[in-house]
């Protein structure tokens, strides 16, 4: 089974990872706390120290992008590729309401038209593969079956799915019907994100996910 550590703003940096890794070693991959760009496309101070090159640490790392814009994206991917990175991950999942005010993170999930003209832009200029980081949807989990066909549609390296929508957060149950749905129908490899919370979701993952 792959074992990934999730970002968390303000908390997962550079010299944090490299600390974890030391003591608690084997994992697959860190994902980085999200780079966001704006219009002057340049890293601030802490997202470069945040981005060190690729092959300046003894471990697996994927630079995490934050964007509505396809143009921003496709400057952050290839500043990532510039450092030795060979793979970029697209977050539509975060739930901020901060962030989706903005239409960006699970923000993106508002409107399935503009979200699959936005990849088919990046997918057609990204230097590198791209993975997606989703929610099944913003209000209802019956939105994530037309998302998921949007998603089928491009060649996403990995799809990791929070199997919760963007107004539960990070409470209440997550829905392992829908992401059986996902397991039966993604084109893409898929990853879990979100809590088990009982030995039957755990052996089920588990069987499904060597």
């Known amino acids: 089974m792959r074992y990934y550590f999730a970002p ?20 697959t991959a860190y994902y980085m706390p999200f780079i966001s760009p704006t219009m002057h496309r340049t890293l601030t101070n ?5 981005l060190p090159m690729a092959d300046s640490v003894p471990f697996r790392a994927v630079p995490q992008v934050l964007t509505k814009v396809p143009e921003d994206f496709l400057w952050a991917a290839q500043a990532c590729a510039q450092r030795g990175y060979d793979e970029v991950n697209l977050n539509v999942g975060c739930p901020s ?23 088919d832009q990046v997918f057609a200029g990204c230097p590198i593969p791209i ?7 913003l209000e209802n989990p019956e939105e994530f079956p037309a998302i998921l066909d949007i998603y ?16 539960q957060f990070y409470n209440g149950d997550v829905d392992m019907d829908m992401f059986r749905f996902a397991e039966e129908n993604s084109r893409a490899p898929l990853c879990y994100n979100g809590n088990l919370y009982n030995t039957e979701q755990i052996r089920h993952f588990q069987q499904n996910h060597p």
């Open 97 to 119: 309401g901060t962030v989706v005010s903005k239409g960006k993170g699970s923000g993106m999930l508002r409107n399935p038209g503009e979200l699959d003209a936005f990849l």
């Open 152 to 167: 089928n549609r491009y060649p996403i390296k990995e799809l990791t799915i929070h199997p919760r929508v963007r107004k």
């Open 8 to 27: 968390m703003e303000g908390i997962t940096d550079a010299p944090y990872r490299q600390v974890h890794h030391q003591f608690f070693p084997g994992l």
């Open 46 to 50: 802490r997202e470069s120290r945040d």
């Open 131 to 137: 993975t997606v980081k989703t929610r099944l949807g």
